[in-house]
Structure formats: structure tokens, C-alpha cells
T-cell receptor
Framework: NAGVTQTPKFRVLKTGQSMTLLCAQD?????MYWYRQDPGMGLRLIHY???????AKGEVPDGYNVSRLKKQNFLLGLESAAPSQTSVYFC????????????FGPGTRLTVT | AQKITQTQPGMFVQEKEAVTLDCTYD???????LFWYKQPSSGEMIFLIY??????QNATEGRYSLNFQKARKSANLVISASQLGDSAMYFC???????????FGKGTRLSVIA
């Protein structure tokens, strides 16, 4: 059982470049999330989705866009990367919110130079 | 928004000893859940334990248990018989209800000393 997978695992971008991070889950979860984790910090929620076709802003949404066209996939886009977006990005999914644990992907390490 | 506070940036514990990691939260909800996650140096996030606000007993999961004090709005994680493999970051995730997603605390780095 694959659980939550993220593509790619590592990426280096130059300032101004764009990229898309892909998150896929095979657990039929309704809820999906994108977090960023900076060195020595906790996780901060970027965007989340409560179901196919829906997205919502989290704590730090600026500079990112997301789409949930299919229930199993949640895409995170950076249209014009900035050095401040250098971070480790985690995707997670859950069956619900209250009382349901989140299952995390392995993370994507992004460096913007 | 829900608020979570983990006041201990770093903790040390001797192997085989017990350790308590603090977590306090702020919520006006009557029904909610609390989560603890572990993040080892390899980076993955691992679910440890969950406490529901209406659970009559403190949650336990192997060597992990929660000291849940609802009136004080605290849910401290107790790790008994610490092992070297327990060295990691530990995150408390605050009460969530309805469609409110988890917002994690800043974490506590636990180091287990042989």
C-alpha cells in the first residue's frame, strides 16, 4: 500500500522559475493538505482541500496555488519561486479532521537560489 | 484560529527514564481532538497518539501516554522507558473540530542519552 507519495523528492530552482509538486494518495481520503517546514520549525499549513474540486487557504498561502481536480491528487504550484520558499514541503491526507490522523508523504526538499 | 503552545524547544532524557513533553492549547470548542506526531531525523511524520476531549480515560499507546487535563487545556505526552530511537522532534497538533485543519505547534526536540 503506497499511502501518500510526493513527486519530486528534491528540486533546485532559480528565482523566478515555476514548478508543480504532486501529491497522490491511494486511501480514498477526502482531505488533503500542503505544509511547509523550515529549519528548526514546525509545520505551517499552506493550503488544504476538503474534497475533490475544493481548496482553501491555510496559514501561509501567499506565493502558492493548488488544485484538486481528482480526489487522489493534490497539486501545489509555485508560479515564480523566491528564495524565501526554500523549505521542505509535506503533503498529508486524512479521512476527516476531527478525530482522524493525518498520513504524511515523505516530503519534498526545495531549494530556490 | 486554534492556538497551540509547546514551551520546551529541547529536552534531554537518560535512556530508560520517562520524559514528559508539554503541550497547551486554546479552544472554545467543547468537542475536539488532540494529536501528537514524531519526526525523526529522517524527516517523516509519524502519528503517535490521539486524545478526544470526551474520552473518559487518558490515551495510551504502548510506551506513549497522554496526561490530558481538560480544565487546564493541556495534553502532555509522556514517554516511558526512553529509547535511543525516541530521539526526534515531537509535535502537538491542537484541537480540531468540523472542517478545521490541524495547525501544528513548533515542536520539542527530544534527545535520549545513553
Amino acid at each position: 500500500n503506497a499511502g501518500v507519495t510526493q513527486t519530486p523528492k528534491f528540486r533546485v530552482l532559480k528565482t523566478g522559475q515555476s514548478m508543480t509538486l504532486l501529491c497522490a494518495q491511494d486511501m480514498n481520503h477526502e482531505y488533503m493538505y500542503w505544509y511547509r517546514q523550515d529549519p528548526g520549525m514546525g509545520l505551517r499549513l499552506i493550503h488544504y482541500s476538503v474534497g475533490e474540486g475544493t481548496t482553501a487557504k491555510g496559514e501561509v498561502p501567499d506565493g502558492y496555488n493548488v488544485s484538486r481536480l481528482k480526489k487522489q491528487n493534490f497539486l501545489l504550484g509555485l508560479e515564480s519561486a523566491a528564495p524565501s520558499q526554500t523549505s521542505v514541503y509535506f503533503c498529508a491526507s486524512s479521512f476527516g479532521t476531527s478525530g482522524y490522523e493525518q498520513y504524511f508523504g515523505p516530503g519534498t526538499r526545495l531549494t530556490v537560489t | 484560529a486554534q492556538k497551540i503552545t509547546q514551551t520546551q524547544p529541547g529536552m534531554f532524557v537518560q535512556e530508560k527514564e520517562a520524559v514528559t513533553l508539554d503541550c497547551t492549547y486554546d479552544t472554545s470548542d467543547q468537542s475536539y481532538g488532540l494529536f501528537w506526531y514524531k519526526q525523526p531525523s529522517s524527516g517523516e511524520m509519524i502519528f503517535l497518539i490521539y486524545q478526544g476531549s470526551y474520552d473518559e480515560q487518558n490515551a495510551t499507546e504502548g510506551r506513549y501516554s497522554l496526561n490530558f487535563q481538560k480544565a487546564r487545556k493541556s495534553a502532555n505526552l509522556v514517554i516511558s522507558a526512553s529509547q535511543l530511537g525516541d530521539s526526534a522532534m515531537y509535535f502537538c497538533a491542537p484541537p480540531c473540530s468540523g472542517n478545521t485543519p490541524l495547525v501544528f505547534g513548533k515542536g520539542t526536540r527530544l534527545s535520549v542519552i545513553a
